[in-house]
């Protein structure tokens, strides 16, 4: 990837933000889309690979595919090949949920990201949350690359989702 993506859980809008890491603040993003929090929280996972911008922001590039698979989002190329995005370690759907991100590096040099969904007026808050880039290989360059690409697809996700993109 070009360098970018049985207890209730807790309201997102009350999760503290993470500490800035080496005076990094986290990337922040929130939108609007239209329907209900559990249709957000779907179109957001279970059909990444229908509004993913992959021509621009993959491993493979376009062609390939982007999923959330068990715990792991993965990218797989026509050939077979398979890339791990991330690994999910907290699940709580339709709410939220948080992962080790990493396209197209390694384990190593993880950064965390974490996307919530809530109900409001117009439909669902979807709110992003893009932190630790102490564990980048270059925090600054990395943390300037998402805070530049994350708007290019959450924007995706809006127009996929029936909204007004920017």
Known sequence: MDNLFSHAAPDASETPEPAA???LDPVV???IVPG???RAFVGFTEHTHLWWP????SVFGAGSYVEFEENLVLESADDGKTAIWGSI????PPLSFHAS???????VWSTELRVA???VQDGTELRLVHSGWEGAEDPATTRAEYAAGWPEVLD?????????GA
């Open 156 to 164: 995706r996700f809006v127009r996929f989702m029936g909204g007004v």
């Open 101 to 107: 991100w990493h396209p197209g590096t390694s384990a």
């Open 36 to 38: 209900a929090v559990a």
């Open 54 to 57: 992959l021509e621009e922001h």
């Open 29 to 31: 993003y929130t939108v």
């Open 89 to 92: 370690d907290d699940w709580q």
């Open 21 to 23: 890491a080496d005076g």
């Open 117 to 119: 969904f809530r109900a």
